[in-house]
Nanobody, 127 residues
């Protein structure tokens, strides 16, 4: 069983930055593919960014490319989402997720693929 705990959300003005963290339990963190998703009020959960279990590949939704960066620290069992140049459309609850199947990077945009989810953290960007 893997537990994921997100943190770092909050209220920020447009143009600002936030860094989300997702701490994972378990001794096999280095074998997890990790993803970030977001869900705006009244909308479906959508892919934001992912990093493969090997750490050698990342992918991003077009809407965040060039603004968001996903990274991980294996020694801390933590994955991060650095969010820069935030816009009001980034407002959502952000969730991290873990995949234990060593899925290739191209597959990590599918929410149904993930095995574990965090509880989410709210990000609000004011105009």
């Amino acid at each position: 069983q893997v537990q994921l705990v997100e943190s770092g959300g909050g209220l920020v003005q447009a143009g600002g930055s936030l860094r989300l963290s997702c701490a994972a339990s378990g001794r096999t963190f280095s074998s997890y593919g990790m993803g970030w998703f977001r869900q705006a009020s009244g909308k479906e959960r959508v892919f934001v960014a992912a990093i493969t279990w090997s750490g050698d590949s990342t992918n991003y939704a077009d809407s965040v490319k060039g603004r968001f960066t996903i990274s991980r620290d294996i020694s801390k069992n933590t994955v991060y989402l650095q969010m820069n140049s935030l816009i009001p459309e980034d407002t959502a609850v952000y969730y991290c997720a873990a995949d234990q199947k060593k899925t290739p990077g191209w597959g990590l945009s599918l929410p149904s693929l993930y095995d574990y989810w965090g509880q989410g953290t709210q990000v609000t960007v004011s105009s």
